[in-house]
């Protein structure tokens, strides 16, 4: 998942020296408020829980979340780096996703529509976050090298095993699928009409 952080300060010198070092780590990050899909919130010289320890910068999820944490400044990138990613881990455990008819919330591995509910363990739902993410056909070799870490040379038929599983507890009818299907040497997922 891309972490999208919005950094807010009143030293824009400061602003965007953090900007740059944080867009080198990999971060994607605004320094004006009203982007989409903002993640987390990087208030910069923020007073921490204990007054004594100073100016701090400061995580807010979503802008509004309880969930916060406050790294006291002067801050190290890799500091700083490490609680971004927890930040990420905790967006990304939040996530809902519509596949098909049901909805999938990530952290639990909970698949629930009309007609019912579903446990997924952990690599069902990494493969279907790992094809919505995706729009259109995603070949296997994909899946196995972004969800398993398999290189190229790997043989194994642990991919269908779990499409054959995903199929079992999202379709009507497993052997006619209608949400995840199979395309070309690859998968995808198909939208629902409406």
Known sequence: ???????????????????????????????????????????????????????????????????????????????????LERAAQRAQSQRKLKIGPWCLELGSGLLWAAMGRQKLTGK???ILAYLHDHPGRVSREDLLENVWGYGSAISTHTLETHIYRLRQKLEADPSAPTVLVTDEGGYRLIAPSS
């Open 1 to 83: 998942m891309s972490l999208k952080l919005l950094l807010i300060s009143k030293d824009p010198v400061f602003a965007q020296a953090l900007a740059a070092q944080l867009a080198q780590a990999g971060f994607d990050c605004c320094l004006e408020a009203g982007g989409e899909g903002v993640d987390v919130v990087l208030l910069d010289g923020a007073s921490t829980p204990d007054p004594c320890l100073g100016p701090a910068l400061r995580l807010i999820k979503d802008g509004e979340s309880s969930e916060e944490e406050h790294l006291v400044k002067p801050v190290r990138l890799a500091q700083l780096a490490q609680a």
């Open 124 to 126: 069902e739902a990494e």
